[in-house]
């Protein structure tokens, strides 16, 4: 079993920065692939971005490609959305996932365990 839970949310202007982190309980972490998904009001949800379980591969949406980094600390059991040069249109409740794959996968029904989501708010 994992717990998720997102951290780093909030209300930013176009053009800042948010960093979120999802840290995991559980000593498998290093296991684990992790991706970041989001849901904007209205829409459906959408695959943000992932990496796999040694970090080495890092697929993204195209839309936040180069300006989202995904990175990962396995000591500290914690996985990184840095989000840079926000848009409006970035504004979403974002998740972390894990999957037992360990890979980099941008399937949703891949991934086993959810945090419960942080609302990120870009002002124009």
């Known amino acids: 079993q994992v717990q998720l839970v997102e951290s780093g949310g909030g209300l930013v202007q176009a053009g800042g920065s948010l960093r979120l982190s999802c840290a995991a309980s559980?000593?498998?972490?290093?296991?684990?692939?992790m991706g970041w998904f989001r849901q904007a009001p209205g829409k459906e949800g959408e695959f943000v971005g992932a990496?796999?379980?040694?970090?080495?591969?890092?697929p993204y949406l195209d839309s936040v490609k180069g300006r989202f980094p995904i990175s990962r600390d396995n000591a500290k059991n914690t996985v990184y959305l840095q989000m840079t040069r926000l848009k409006p249109e970035d504004t979403a409740v974002y998740y972390c996932?894990?999957?037992?794959?360990?890979?980099?996968?941008?399937?949703?029904?891949?991934?086993?365990?959810w945090g419960q989501g942080t609302q990120v708010t870009v002002s124009s």
């Open positions: 996932a894990a999957t037992r794959t360990g890979i980099e996968t941008a399937i949703a029904a891949l991934y086993n365990y």
């Open positions: 990496i796999s379980r040694s970090g080495g591969k890092t």
């Open positions: 559980g000593r498998t972490f290093s296991d684990y692939g």
